[in-house]
């Protein structure tokens, strides 16, 4: 499979808002589990949402009311909006690919939320 390629994030104020976007080229992006974990520094990796195959959503209950996770099949692009930022939120966040009990990861990219 090709690499995912991960865009966005860097340094905002609380209160802001940033928007990641994920690009899974390949192919059978449609029947593909697509979505976003993140790990902050001294803490696990924890799933913050996905878009599943169905189209179905689900987040982490952290992010619930501020973040939106949407998906372009045309164009094989998963995208996180986040809103409302924390300083918690603060992390690196790595976007996912899953297609059968296969999981692919993107590189990373790093959000930091001033207080």
């Known amino acids: 499979q090709a690499q995912l390629v991960e865009s966005g994030g860097g340094l905002v104020q609380a209160g802001g808002s940033l928007r990641l976007s994920c690009v899974a080229p390949?192919?059978?992006?449609?029947?593909?589990?697509m979505g976003w974990y993140r790990q902050a520094p001294g803490k696990q990796r924890e799933l913050v949402a996905n878009i599943l195959s169905t189209r179905r959503r689900n987040y982490a209950e952290s992010v619930k009311g501020r973040f939106t996770i949407s998906r372009d099949n045309a164009n094989k692009t998963v995208t996180l909006e986040m809103n409302s930022l924390k300083p918690e939120d603060t992390a690196v966040y790595y976007c996912?690919?899953?297609?059968?009990?296969?999981?692919?990861w993107g590189q990373g990219i790093q959000v930091t939320v001033a207080s």
């Open positions: 996912y690919r899953k297609y059968g009990s296969a999981v692919q």
């Open positions: 390949g192919l059978h992006f449609s029947l593909n589990d």
